[in-house]
């Protein structure tokens, strides 16, 4: 289990490693949304997004002799570049086990980090096989990309940053909207803030028709999403609710929200103009709710986290173009 | 004068008002320029670029019987929102007289910050003559851009931090190259790195053809630029080093760097790409020539400023469909 233990010992690990990223804001933010909005820019963490927290976080809490052998790890995304710096910084290898037809420019920035990354055939291939004699072979750990203590704990290391940044800033109440796939940012987040910040409370932020998180909080079961893929929120495309991470949410965060993915487009374009950041669609999700969800919020102070900034040029100026 | 003291007195009063940006990297831009680079996001600073600083700096040092008479400022940029900020959040007015042909979506944002903005006709009013009426019938202290001491020592606050930070990243010997237009940023954060980073040194960046602080440094003496116009670094051009920051600079500055406008298109782009950040055609040209003026620098590291990120939405986007 996570716990907020954990989540201070990670923090120690990260200490002068990981950026503590600022609180941003603008008051034209703030008068559009009628209430003040503080935006949390994990875009600005080393590799693009808060998966580098929870990968450095894994790395470190390894027993060396275990660690020497190195990491594996399935992603074609943020958390392949976090693991894989994170491993590189260790100095150990990572082996990133990667769809063959995943986009080019992914590929190339995983083995950039360092990674050895291993191509396999979606259709005829079976991912899990592959990892599991790579993990024989060489003595590999597996770090998962959600539903792990030491990837929620470092993840979490994101909600100790925004409790005291909140403070400084003279605030002690406000929902914190964090865009959520698996789950382990959302909970991390929220069990920082449990012990630290307990007037506030978290808010899972999804795709609209991808908000297995909001349907799970209501019905109190995990239920999984009809499709897997539709929506240019990549980042946060999960089927279903981590096991780990989502009892921690149905104890900690309130209801969840969902917006399209036209609102995600458009508060990018908005943090282009108003923040100077780069976010990703999955990573615009909390900010799109912040601005275009008012009604399903109550707080006069919102925190959105915006996790991530690696999106592709032509998605981001095409979001600049219709909505900039 | 301005002098190191008046900076930490600055910085002081800041305190709690500005934003401590961050300082961002990027393993692929190292590789890039075969030397470590550190990028000091003052686009992220609260108006979108360093100028409020100097704002913040100057509203704060008036005598508040003065002070509560109002200011005012002739911009139609960056110092016209650092201005009309630091007076709203110092609960006083601000007048900023623009051209009548200035970009709407700057008009509109300096009022929105709380600017009551005065237009006038470029071609048939003296602008000199209106600011002076209005200073007269209703007591406005004029706050100048560059060539004055409480502006220089607010923007010197930025060499503070980069002093502070990188200490942290474990540097004791930089250039630091800082977009220049007067030469307030330049010379603020010279005057702080000489006490608080001696080993570093500033190193002004320009554009091509307006490159008057490189010509004066080389000659000793203040030399103008043949044109106003012709550059997309709008931020950065003005007609000559200042009177007050051109001694201060020629006793502490390395040699000026030129750069082209492609250079800081591309710069911009790269910047979108791994640091996730927006900046502005001429708060980009330090990190142009930190990544593609190499062979005119002598350091393992170099720091850049980032100095603002107000670009309009179609040049940035043609910045990353040309160079993304």
């Avoid at 191509?119 to 060489?138: H, K, P, V, W």
Wanted: glycine share 10%; charged share 20%; hydrophobic share 45%.
């Amino acid at each position: 289990m996570a716990s907020f233990e954990m989540i201070t010992s990670a923090s120690a690990r990260l200490r002068g490693h990981v950026r503590r990223t600022p609180l941003l804001s603008s008051p034209f933010l703030d008068d559009m949304a009628g209430r003040r909005i503080l935006v949390k820019a994990e875009c600005l963490q080393h590799t693009g997004s808060f998966k580098f927290r929870g990968g450095w976080s894994a790395l470190s809490a390894l027993p060396p002799e275990i660690r020497k052998n190195g990491v594996i790890a399935f992603s074609s995304g943020n958390h392949a570049q976090g693991v894989a710096l994170a491993a590189k910084l260790h100095g150990v290898a990572s082996v990133i086990v990667m769809p063959s037809d995943a986009p080019k420019t992914k590929i190339e920035n995983t083995r950039a980090f360092g990674a050895e990354v291993v191509l396999y055939d979606r259709l005829n291939e079976d991912r899990d096989a592959i990892g599991a004699r790579l993990s024989a072979e060489r003595g590999l750990t597996l770090v998962k990309p959600f539903d792990e203590p030491m990837v929620i704990a470092g993840q979490g290391t994101a909600g100790l940053e925004i409790a005291e940044q909140a403070e400084e800033e003279g605030v002690s109440a406000a929902e914190v909207l964090v865009p959520c796939g698996g789950g382990g940012l959302s909970s991390g987040i929220a069990l920082a803030l449990e012990t630290r910040a307990p007037g506030f409370i978290v808010r899972t932020c999804e795709p609209e028709n991808f908000d297995d998180f909001a349907r799970s909080l209501t019905s109190g079961e995990i239920g999984r999403n009809s499709a897997l893929t539709g929506s240019i929120c990549d980042a946060i495309l999960t089927p279903e609710p981590g096991k780990i991470t989502f009892p921690i949410l149905k104890r900690l965060a309130g209801a969840g929200i969902a917006v399209s993915d036209d609102e995600a487009l458009r508060a990018m374009a908005l943090a282009f103009k108003r923040l100077k950041i780069v976010i990703e669609p999955g990573g615009a999700v909390a900010l799109a709710a912040a601005l275009f969800h008012g009604t399903a919020l109550g707080s006069d102070t919102i925190i959105a986290v915006a996790s991530g900034g690696n999106v592709d040029m032509p998605i981001f100026a095409s979001a600049l173009e219709r909505f900039g």
